[in-house]
Every structure is written in C-alpha cells, then in structure tokens.
C-alpha cells in the first residue's frame, strides 16, 4: 500500500519509491528501501502528515506520501477497522476518557484478547458487541499470531 | 495522577472565570481568547485514562505555556505603557480581570518548572 | 593566517546557534549571488589566526534539487573553504552522517560536530567519540551550542585540521557501481572531482548534467538501472552510517515522547488552529498595540522638533517637513519591526513555526504555495516589508520569490488610516461591513495573485512540502536577539533611506513652485496632467496626486488628501469612485519601502519591476470592474 494510506501509530517497511522531482531528497532523508517509517499524527484535515524516519519527524503531503510504497510491519500495531477477522491482543485505545469508559465496559481495554468477528462484530470477554465504525478505528491491536511468533523465537 | 486532576480543575476554573471577567469588561476577543486556552485544560480531562505519562500533562504544560505567555503580555503592554507619562498620556490600567491573569501566570509559570523537572527524566516508549 | 570554515548540515541541528557562538556578533547577512538564498558569514580570531565562517543553508543532501542544496553545493565544489566542519544533531544522527559522508566525497578537509551533547547526556545517550572517528576516520568534536561545551575544542581541531593534508578514505560502492562510476568519471574534465560528480550523476542530480564534457552522451551508460543504482548508493551510505552509530553510541530504550506529547496539543484536530489564531492575535497586539506608547513617544518627541523649527523659510521647510518628518516615520517604525521580529523570533527558536506551517499546508496548497508561507504572509497585515523580509526563511527558492511578489497585496495596516478616511467619507454608516469586504478582497486578490504569478514567473511548478518538524526547545533569548538585531537592522539600512529620499521628494514637489499655495505645486501639475489616464475610474486630480505620494508610503495619502483639498471636511466623493478609490488602493503599488525590501531580497531589479507593472495593472483592471459595476447597480 501507499505511505499516505497507512493510519497512525502503525509502522511500515519502505519497499520502493517513484521517481520523481523530490526522491533525491526522501531518499537523503531514510526513505529507502527496507527503512521503517512511523507514522505519527495527520493534520487537522488529514493533510499532511507527520512520519518518523530514524529518529527525525518529517511532515509529507499525502501526494508526496504517495510516491512511496510501504507494507506494514508485522509488530505494528493497527485500527480494528484495518485488519481482517482473527484474534488480537489490544495494544492501545486512542480517544477520551468516555470512549475508553465505554469501550472498557464492553471488555476492551489495553492488554485484553479479542476477536473480530467477520460480520465486523467484537467478542470479548464479555460477549459479543457491536462496535460503531467510529469506537472500532479507535481500538489498535496486534495480530495473535504475531505475538505467537515472537514468543517462539525467544 | 490525583495531583494532574487537580492542576486541571484549578486551571480550567480560574481560566473561564478570567474569561468572562474580560467580556464583562467589553474586552470579547480577549474573553475569546482566554476561553481557546480554557479548553486547552478541558481536553485535558480526555487524557486521564491513557498510560502514558506525558500525554496526560501535556494539556497542563501546554496550557499553562499560553496562560504565562498571555500574562506575559499583558505585564510588557502595562510596562510599555509607562512610557505614556513621559508624553502625558495615560498609562494603561490594569483591571481585575488583568491582575487574575497575571496571577495565574505565575501559577502557571511553577507549573511549567514543575513539570520539567519531572520530565526530564526519560519515559519508556510502550514499555 | 586566514582561516575559511564552511558550516554544512541538516536544518534544525543548532548550526545557527553553534555559529553565533562561534563568531558572537560580528556577523553579516547577505544573499548569495543571483539568487534569494540568505548567505551569513562571520569571523572572530583564535590564537593569532582569523577564522572566517561561513554558515551555509541547511540541507539534507548534496544532490541539488533545490537552490538551497545547490547553493552550498556549488560553494563547497568550487570554492571549497580550508575546513569544512559537518555539524550532526546527537539525538538524530543517522541523517547527518549520511550528509557526512557526501561531504567525504568531494574530498574536503572535514570536522565531524556532535552538536546538542547536553541533551544526548540528559536522555542518557552514551557517545564513544574515539570510536567514532575510527569509523568516520574524521576528527571528532562534541559540543552544545546552548551550554558552550566543546567550543573551545572546535575552535582547536579547526586549527589543527588546518594543517592536514590526507584525506579520509572513501566508501566502496560495490562492484556493480564502482565500474559505472570509472565509466562516468571520464566524462568529465579533470579540473572537476570527478569521483563525486560521476557519484551524483547516478543519483539523478540534473545540475551535474551541465558539467558534462561537451558532445558526451551519457545515457548508455546511464540507462534503465540508474534509478536502482542510486538507491543501492543512498543504501549503501546509510548501512555504513548504521554501523557506526551501532558502535559508537549507546541509547537507553527510554525515548522521550515529550515532543509528540505536546504536539498532541499544538496540533490537535479541533484546537490546534484555534490556538494558533489565538497566539497570531496576541502577537500583533504585542507588536502594534503594545509598542504604540514607544511609538507615540517618538513621534511627539520628532513633533516637538518640527514645531521647534517652524517651516518659514525654504530651508526650515525642507527639514522640517522634508527630512524630520522622513526620519521620523522611519524611526517610528523600529519599535513595531523589532517587536515583530522578536515574536517572530521566538516561534522559531521554540520550534512552534514549522508546527504552524504543518497545520495550515493544506490551505496554502490551493495557492500553489506551501503551509511554510502562511506565516510570512500573515507578517504582511501588520507591515508588507516584514513579510517581504522573513520571506529570507523559507527553504524553497521559488517559494521565497512567489511570496515575495505576493505579500504587497496582504492589507498592511498602513492602509488603515486611508481606508478610514475613505470609508468615513462615502460610507459612514457601513464601516465595519466596508472594512470587513477590504479585508477579504485582499485575501482574494493576494491568492489570485499567488497563483497568477506561481503560472507566469514560476512555470505552473508546484513546491513541495518534505518539512522536518524540530524539538520543541525553550527559545534562547541571545538567539531571539540577534535574530531581531540582524533583521531589525537590514529593514533600518535598506527601507530607511528609501523613505528618507521618498518624503524630500514628497516635500519638494508640494513645496515648489509656489509654497502658498498647494493648487499651483508640481504635485498638482503632475496630478493634473496624469488625470486623464484616471478618469475611467472617475478620480479627480487631487485624488491622482496623493496616490503618486501614496506610492512613497500608504499613510501620506491621508495627510495628501488634507493638504490638496484644504480639509478632509471638504471631501465630497460619491459612493462608486470611493468603492473604485479603495479597490485601487488595495494593491496599485507597494509601498517604497516594501520594494526597497523586495529589491534586496530578490537582489535584483527585475522582481521589483515586475511588483510595480503587475499591481499597477491588476489594480487598475479591478477598480474598472468595480466603476462600470457599480454605475450599473447604481
């Protein structure tokens, strides 16, 4: 997929970049192929957005983000409404103190085990729910079997 | 954590009765103002649940920045003012709403030492 | 003994700071020749030798893409100083040492600087310096701009690289490259470091293209695989820039997120830009507001002055009238250019301007412009040469020229007495609604302006934004000041005697022939006779001459106004010559001063020339749109 595309808090590995006017210069800066890249926080209206090369922040459009074609990394986290039905462990709640009430009250909270069921629907601990679009892109998670993997290589 | 709760309350508060002190004096924009960094510290009160530590003073540090930044300027307008005499005009006066501010400018200056003191040490990322 | 030293490294490393350390004061800011790139030199002697520093533009590599990167380039390709000293932020080295080691190429007597070391310390960061200049096989210099540690040793390696000769050994390629690069490195004349310029060409660098070797054809050899190959080159750099932090520098797994924390605030998706509005309001206030007791201080003491002397005589006239009013508005300005400088100032030593550029790019991108330009156009509402002046910042040469031609049209609050004036006189009972329609239509015409001129002068080329967003650090007052000293004094230098000319003339032509009366002037003569070419627009000759004075500084067509019609009381202009007036007063010519700015910051007279036609035009166009409207409506 393309940089712009990848929501924040993720990490990605770069695979390639087009050519063009300012690849000179993604590339001085770490853009390059194998490097991982975090993506941070976007503007006010989704444009631009900050990304993290090494240790330096760097601003990109999305048009520039675009020239960039990344596949996310295997320890990043990512929003429920990213990823296909499985069982995951729930890295980090983003929003306020409400949502987090609300969504603790249904089972999810930082630490626990769910799984995304393919109707989109959450079971938890507690049950099965209905998660609004809105509450789901809140909740980032790491893929179980990730974690399996890493576990086995220890 | 209880004491983070607490510095917001006593910052939201004072800010917002500062605020409408402004625009009982017909200062609007001013009020408008004060009441943009009021909700700084409102905002704040959404990060209480998050494990990270700095996420939940940033609303207090920030906050307490623009309070001593606005402060700031009130206290430079004042003394700049005071060059008025010399060419017999007035001077400005401070109203109350102006000596609030720049009192809790001054909480929010020990606000900010405060908080860098204890933010200097490092924090674990996501442990 | 004359010592040259080139500072070179990324943008927000402290280069500055690290230079005004090294040469304090004695610093001249000046522009790089046919180009807006701002060029600061300094000198400062050291154990009987002279070190003449010069602080090249912040970059992220030697492949120029852009004026900057090519300017330095070029400084240090043909012009090499004596020592070239890289400087590497300790906290984000990787894309410093990958600078490094392009630098290494060109085959220049390099100094490794480790700059911000207190702050490496205070995150518990552990740097080997020994084994670091193993591996870069350079000297290696740790220091801290902020807290001065480590200067007195730069000053020391620079004498002390002075002397040497060798040069470090350079990166192998690989076989694949290497052969290219032989291949390539014939190509071009031996007085060139061929190694670097056959290194560049690879990586697609089109200004190395021009120093090719007449009638050679490069492309066979060049082919398909460039793009890959420059990509294997940049990996290659960084891979070796890897190693040697993996060795030489000891991280915690602590990270601070501080940053990001606060940028939680500042860029936040419902108060980010409110906050920004807010700090805007409160630092035009400081500005004008606040400094306005200094200002009225200074313009009562030049009153005083002026009723000292009395105009009676032709001489008395002319210095009062003439050179004391001059030098006054000159002088009044100081206090509200330094205030703004130093607000200014501070947004960028904290870090808070590229925040600020992050957060409005969005809207800047339909102007063909980036987020970096909205601040310097913002400038321009309070006074249209500080925005003309800070334009200096921005790191993009045709962004620089774009908002440089653009920012006559922001509505300079000189313009505020006039419109007052006029708004008084045909809308009285409408101001705010007037007030509110002049401000917007200067937005709309500024943006208009930006895109006309991004297609004529600037070829429809978009700028990109690749904007690095620094640490928020607490800005450093002697930074702050010289800062606001260096540009409060070249605005002082550039814009003052261009107003100081500007009010004799104005007097001289209201004064002669006829000092009693103002009708039989060569102001009026001149007025009287341009009249013709105005009166589509319906203005009278009175109206014709103050806008010619109006041309030396927006607020003398107020008092121009007065002294033609005897009193503003005896105004009477209808309702669409007034609407007609205001338009045109909106952009038909910047100020004298404000081209005096554009001039030396473009360093050339074609910009200005084309401010002047391209206003004069477009203002024109529009108040005529605006005078047959308006007879229609009306």
């Known amino acids: 997929m393309r940089l712009a595309e990848v929501p924040e808090g993720a990490e990605v590995e770069v695979l390639s970049v087009e050519e063009s006017e300012i690849t000179p210069r993604l590339r001085a800066v770490g853009v390059l192929p194998g490097v991982r890249i975090e993506v941070l926080k976007s503007a006010p209206m989704g444009d631009p957005k900050m990304y993290r090369i090494f240790n330096k922040v760097i601003s990109l459009r999305n048009s520039e983000a675009n020239l960039i074609e990344v596949q996310v990394s295997e320890d990043s986290p990512l929003p429920l409404t990213f990823v296909g039905p499985g069982d995951y462990k729930v890295e980090y709640i983003e929003g306020g103190k409400i949502a987090r009430m609300n969504l603790a009250s249904i089972g999810i909270v930082e630490g626990a085990v769910i799984r995304l069921l393919g109707d989109r629907r959450v079971q938890t601990d507690k049950g099965i729910y209905d998660v609004g679009f809105g509450k789901l892109s809140k909740v980032h998670v790491l893929p179980m079997k990730a974690l399996f993997k890493a576990d086995n290589a220890k | 954590m209880k004491s983070v709760t607490i510095t917001l309350w006593i910052m939201l508060i004072t800010s917002i009765t500062i605020g409408i002190g402004y625009l009982f004096e017909d200062d609007v924009i001013f009020g408008i103002i004060i009441f943009i960094f009021s909700t700084v510290f409102l905002l704040g009160f959404r990060e209480l649940g998050k494990p990270s530590y700095s996420y939940r003073i940033a609303h207090i540090y920030v906050g307490s920045i623009l309070i001593a930044m606005t402060a700031g300027y009130i206290l430079a307008s004042f003394l700049f003012s005071l060059v008025n005499l010399i060419i017999g005009e007035e001077m400005m006066s401070l109203k109350i709403s102006d000596m609030l501010l720049l009192l809790l400018g001054v909480y929010s200056s020990y606000n900010i030492y405060r908080l860098r003191k204890t933010a200097i040490r490092p924090e674990k990322k996501n442990n | 003994m004359v010592i040259t030293v080139g500072l070179v490294g990324n943008p927000n490393v402290g280069k500055t700071s690290l230079f005004n350390k090294l040469v304090g004061a004695r610093q001249y800011v000046a522009n790089w020749p046919g180009v807006t790139v701002t060029r600061v030199e300094g000198a400062t002697t050291y154990k009987e030798h002279t070190l003449h520093f010069i602080d090249l533009p912040g970059i992220y590599t030697l492949s120029a893409t852009s004026i900057d990167e090519r300017v330095a380039r070029d400084f240090l390709l043909y012009t090499p100083p004596n020592v070239t000293v890289v400087i590497i932020d300790s906290l984000s080295p990787e894309q410093g040492i990958y600078l490094l080691l392009e630098t290494l190429e060109l085959n220049l007597n390099v100094i490794a600087v480790f700059n911000v070391i207190d702050e490496a310390k205070k995150n518990g960061i552990k740097i080997d310096k020994s084994s670091l200049e193993t591996h870069l096989r350079v000297p290696v210099v740790l220091t801290s701009a902020?807290?001065?540690?480590?200067?007195?040793?730069?000053?020391?390696?620079?004498?002390?690289?002075?002397?040497?000769?060798?040069?470090?050994?350079?990166?192998?390629?690989?076989?694949?490259?290497?052969?290219?690069?032989?291949?390539?490195?014939?190509?071009?004349?031996?007085?060139?470091?061929?190694?670097?310029?056959?290194?560049?060409?690879?990586?697609?660098?089109?200004?190395?293209?021009?120093?090719?070797?007449?009638?050679?054809?490069?492309?066979?050899?060049?082919?398909?695989?460039?793009?890959?190959?420059?990509?294997?080159?940049?990996?290659?750099?960084?891979?070796?820039?890897?190693?040697?932090?993996?060795?030489?520098?000891?991280?915690?797994?602590?990270?601070?997120?501080?940053?990001?924390?606060?940028?939680?605030?500042?860029?936040?998706?419902?108060?980010?830009?409110?906050?920004?509005?807010?700090?805007?309001?409160?630092?035009?206030?400081?500005?004008?507001?606040?400094?306005?007791?200094?200002?009225?201080?200074?313009?009562?003491?030049?009153?005083?002055?002026?009723?000292?002397?009395?105009?009676?005589?032709?001489?008395?006239?002319?210095?009062?009238?003439?050179?004391?009013?001059?030098?006054?508005?000159?002088?009044?300005?100081?206090?509200?250019?330094?205030?703004?400088?130093?607000?200014?100032?501070?947004?960028?030593?904290?870090?808070?301007?590229?925040?600020?550029?992050?957060?409005?790019?969005?809207?800047?991108?339909?102007?063909?412009?980036?987020?970096?330009?909205?601040?310097?156009?913002?400038?321009?509402?309070?006074?249209?040469?500080?925005?003309?002046?800070?334009?200096?910042?921005?790191?993009?040469?045709?962004?620089?020229?774009?908002?440089?031609?653009?920012?006559?049209?922001?509505?300079?609050?000189?313009?505020?007495?006039?419109?007052?004036?006029?708004?008084?006189?045909?809308?009285?009972?409408?101001?705010?609604?007037?007030?509110?329609?002049?401000?917007?239509?200067?937005?709309?015409?500024?943006?208009?302006?930006?895109?006309?001129?991004?297609?004529?002068?600037?070829?429809?080329?978009?700028?990109?934004?690749?904007?690095?967003?620094?640490?928020?650090r607490f800005p450093s007052l002697s930074n702050v000041a010289t800062y606001m000293w260096n540009r409060g004094k070249h605005f002082l230098q550039k814009a003052g005697t261009i107003i100081l000319v500007a009010s004799i003339i104005v007097w001289g032509l209201s004064y002669f022939p006829d000092p009693t009366n103002i009708e039989n002037s060569f102001a009026a003569m001149i007025g009287k006779g341009l009249q013709f070419i105005f009166a589509p627009l319906g203005f009278q000759w009175q109206t014709v001459s103050a806008l010619l004075f109006g041309g030396a500084a927006k607020e003398i067509i107020v008092s121009s106004f007065a002294q033609f019609y005897g009193g503003i009381e005896n105004i009477v202009i209808d309702p669409v010559i007034t609407a007609t007036l205001m338009v045109f007063i909106l952009g038909y010519i910047p100020c004298f001063a404000t081209l005096a700015a554009i001039k030396s910051e473009t360093n050339s007279l074609k910009y200005p020339i084309i401010s002047v036609v391209y206003s004069l035009f477009i203002s024109y166009v529009l108040a005529l749109c605006v005078a047959v409207v308006g007879r229609m409506i009306l």
């Open chain 3, 146 to 472: 902020h807290t001065g540690e480590g200067i007195e040793q730069l000053f020391e390696t620079i004498l002390a690289t002075f002397k040497k000769t060798n040069r470090a050994k350079l990166l192998d390629y690989g076989p694949e490259i290497e052969s290219k690069v032989s291949e390539l490195e014939n190509c071009f004349d031996d007085i060139y470091n061929k190694r670097f310029l056959a290194l560049k060409l690879i990586e697609g660098d089109k200004f190395a293209r021009e120093l090719l070797k007449k009638d050679v054809d490069v492309s066979s050899i060049l082919d398909g695989s460039a793009s890959n190959l420059a990509v294997k080159i940049a990996k290659t750099r960084y891979d070796y820039a890897l190693n040697v932090l993996n060795s030489a520098m000891r991280k915690n797994e602590n990270v601070l997120t501080s940053m990001e924390a606060i940028d939680h605030v500042f860029t936040h998706k419902y108060i980010g830009i409110p906050i920004f509005f807010a700090l805007m309001y409160l630092a035009f206030n400081f500005t004008f507001k606040a400094s306005e007791p200094l200002v009225g201080l200074i313009e009562a003491g030049f009153q005083k002055l002026t009723d000292v002397i009395g105009s009676s005589t032709m001489l008395t006239s002319l210095i009062s009238q003439g050179i004391i009013n001059g030098v006054g508005s000159v002088i009044s300005f100081i206090p509200s250019i330094f205030a703004l400088f130093f607000a200014l100032g501070i947004m960028e030593e904290s870090g808070y301007l590229p925040r600020i550029a992050f957060l409005m790019d969005k809207a800047m991108y339909s102007l063909k412009l980036t987020g970096r330009s909205f601040m310097t156009l913002l400038l321009g509402f309070g006074c249209n040469v500080s925005s003309v002046m800070a334009a200096r910042g921005l790191s993009d040469e045709r962004e620089r020229v774009t908002t440089i031609l653009v920012s006559p049209f922001v509505s300079c609050s000189a313009r505020i007495p006039v419109y007052l004036m006029i708004i008084g006189i045909a809308f009285p009972n409408h101001k705010a609604e007037a007030f509110f329609v002049m401000y917007l239509l200067s937005i709309a015409l500024t943006a208009l302006s930006a895109r006309i001129i991004n297609k004529v002068v600037m070829k429809g080329e978009s700028i990109p934004l690749v904007m690095e967003l620094p640490r928020y």
